[in-house]
């Protein structure tokens, strides 16, 4: 297969220049070419899960808000500006 890349420098663009004989080719190439770019796209984005998912804490909510809280008492005691904060009991009435 002869090719040529053509620069037209006016519009800033590139063409890959081919003869008509060769098109079902390049065509082929191409689409191969963009499967293998998407299944590589696809393998990249489980691989990025699988590490997120790694670095994710599975721990419920309220357990790591009892230690977030935990750890900013032991800070603030640490700094001698410690603050008790009591929470008003909820209002139950129904």
């Known amino acids: 297969m002869d090719t040529a890349w053509f620069a037209d420098e006016q519009l800033g663009k ?3 220049l081919f003869h008509v004989s060769d098109a079902q080719e390049v ?5 191969e070419l963009s499967r ?9 984005l489980e691989r990025l899960g699988r590490e997120a998912e790694k670095v994710r804490d ?3 909510l309220e ?4 230690e977030a809280c935990k750890a900013s008492e032991a800070l603030e005691n640490d ?3 410690a603050r008790v904060r ?9």
């Open 14 to 16: 590139e063409y890959l």
């Open 27 to 31: 065509w082929q190439g191409l689409d």
């Open 36 to 44: 293998e770019t998407e299944a590589a796209k696809a393998k990249a």
């Open 58 to 60: 599975e721990r419920p």
């Open 63 to 66: 357990e790591r808000a009892k």
């Open 79 to 81: 700094r001698g500006h």
């Open 86 to 94: 009591e929470r008003p009991a909820p209002d139950r009435e129904k």
